[in-house]
């Protein structure tokens, strides 16, 4: 039973190709996030929803749209992908948007060739 | 600027030592820290956690210290075991604690040696 769970584990496309990033979390939590994880695993905060409302939009470019169908779904589409999107993007949940921690998914690993 | 750091970027040591990794934070603002443990091809799992009105919180072989007056935090592993080996993040909310954002630190790298 894998908590928060990201599709797929490892993606590889071309430039200018749009992709997406699908997230599922069974822990029946409020608030989801999107961190982007750089090739020196900076990790950094991307977006966040509160029961599918954006709550953190932390100056990512508009080619990134993460869409919330319900709360315990997260998807992160990217249009006319870059070279520097290259990354491992993880998908996380937590209860509540207040200091509690963060469950994290196993992460994609994005490729952009 | 906000930014969180670690002092050193890998740290080495035998099995059964005790490790400590410590963390420097620079927003006097922030009141919850996180340390994640996150090994490879995994996403980070969570360790232990400290609000700031303590300065000290115990887990199982994990003790994570706080020192508010010098913005130091620093993670203590008891008794470290091969299993331990992995990138290890603290982190702050930065004051946002109605936002669940957490900033975090470039990471250590803990190699334990048999």
């Known amino acids: 039973d894998t908590a928060v769970s990201q599709t797929p584990k490892y993606l590889v496309t071309q430039m200018g190709n749009d992709k997406s990033i699908k997230c599922e979390q069974n822990l029946g939590h409020d608030t989801m996030y999107w961190y982007k994880q750089d090739s020196k695993k900076f990790l950094k905060i991307m977006f966040s929803y509160n029961n599918k409302e954006l709550i953190i939009n932390e100056t990512v470019p508009n080619r990134f749209s993460p869409k919330s169908p319900d709360k315990a779904h997260l998807n992160l589409h990217i249009n006319s992908l870059e070279l520097g999107d290259s990354a491992v993007y993880f998908c996380a949940s937590s209860r509540m948007t207040g200091n509690t921690e963060a469950f994290f998914g196993q992460g994609t690993r994005l490729t952009v060739v | 600027g906000e930014s969180v750091g670690l002092h050193l970027p890998t740290l080495s040591v035998q099995e059964g030592d005790n490790s400590i990794i410590n963390c420097a934070y620079s927003?006097?603002?922030?009141?919850?820290f996180i340390w994640y443990k996150q090994e490879s091809g995994k996403g980070p799992q969570f360790i232990i956690d400290i609000r700031s009105n303590m300065d000290k919180r115990q887990g199982q072989r994990v003790t994570v210290l706080l020192n508010k007056t010098v913005k130091h935090l620093s993670l203590q592993i008891a008794a470290t075991q091969p299993g331990d080996s992995a990138v290890y993040f603290c982190a702050e909310n930065s004051g946002s604690s109605n936002t669940g954002k957490l900033i975090f630190g470039q990471g250590t790298t803990l190699q334990v040696k048999p």
């Open positions: 927003n006097s603002a922030s009141d919850y």
